[in-house]
């Protein structure tokens, strides 16, 4: 996990990029809270960077919904948007179903049956374990496996950009308020139904479980009410 005492700048990439990428993770894992205050030049001196880097990752985060710029007082975390939330499932639900069809066309289903089980018994141990760390990688490989199977690795980088507002919920969600072996079921059924070919199990499935997160949202904004913005009706 990155911190900010620790940060390693890599000649492989611009120190924009790996600012983006360290507060992106921090952001998402709420070690820097939603409506939190963020200075450049803060920034700047805890990471020992110029203020130019600061500023590019703080205006790449803004474009994307993860932190509010505000004129003539800095910056700040974005509290979390229903908004956000709600059009990141549904770009992400429409990609993921495409990409789903796309392997259960093929010929390679019981391989990707067996990739996905044997996904899904790595995640029954990190439960286990209370390993949330790497129930989350685990669950992004298991949709990573269809995405493979389809064909359609490359499309991997687009859904990891449109479900991030999904991922930061999901974050808050798996600390405090998400049953794990619920999702483990839900990933056994998806996986039951890819076996079966059964295209419209898959997809309902599939569905149920990239909406599941939707009824969580009433029990996280009851714990953790502070990093909600209210949504004008």
């Known amino acids: 996990m990155n911190h900010p005492g620790a940060f390693r700048p890599e000649r492989t990439n611009s120190l924009s990029h790996q600012l983006y990428d360290l507060l992106l993770d921090r952001i998402c894992r709420f070690e820097l809270k939603p409506n939190q205050r963020l200075s450049e030049t803060t920034l700047s001196e805890q990471l020992g960077v110029s203020r130019t880097p600061a500023r590019e990752a703080l205006a790449r985060l803004a474009e994307q919904g993860l932190v509010d710029i505000l004129p003539q007082r800095g910056s700040r ?3 979390l948007r229903l908004d956000d939330l709600e059009k990141s499932q549904f ?3 429409a990609l993921e179903l495409a990409i789903l069809r796309r392997a ?9 049956a067996a990739r996905l089980r044997d996904e899904i018994t790595l995640q029954r141990a ?3 374990v209370r390993d949330k760390e790497q129930f989350y990688l685990s669950d992004d490989r298991f949709h990573g496996h269809i995405a493979s199977c389809a064909g359609r690795a490359a499309v991997v980088p687009e859904l990891t950009r449109v479900k991030l ?3 930061r919920f999901r974050h808050l969600m798996v600390d405090g308020v ?3 072996p619920v999702v483990i079921g839900q990933h056994e059924d998806i996986a039951g139904a ?13 569905r149920l ?11 996280a904004r009851t714990r953790f009410p502070e990093y909600f913005e209210e949504r004008a009706d």
């Open 104 to 112: 259960m066309e093929g010929a390679a289903r019981a391989d990707l």
């Open 77 to 79: 975390v974005a509290p």
């Open 209 to 219: 479980h990239l909406r599941r997160i939707f009824s969580y949202v009433g029990e």
């Open 165 to 167: 507002h999904m991922d």
């Open 126 to 128: 990190y439960v286990s």
């Open 178 to 180: 998400e049953d794990l």
């Open 194 to 206: 890819i076996e079966a070919g059964d295209m419209r199990a898959a997809e309902d499935r599939m």
């Open 91 to 93: 770009m992400r639900e």
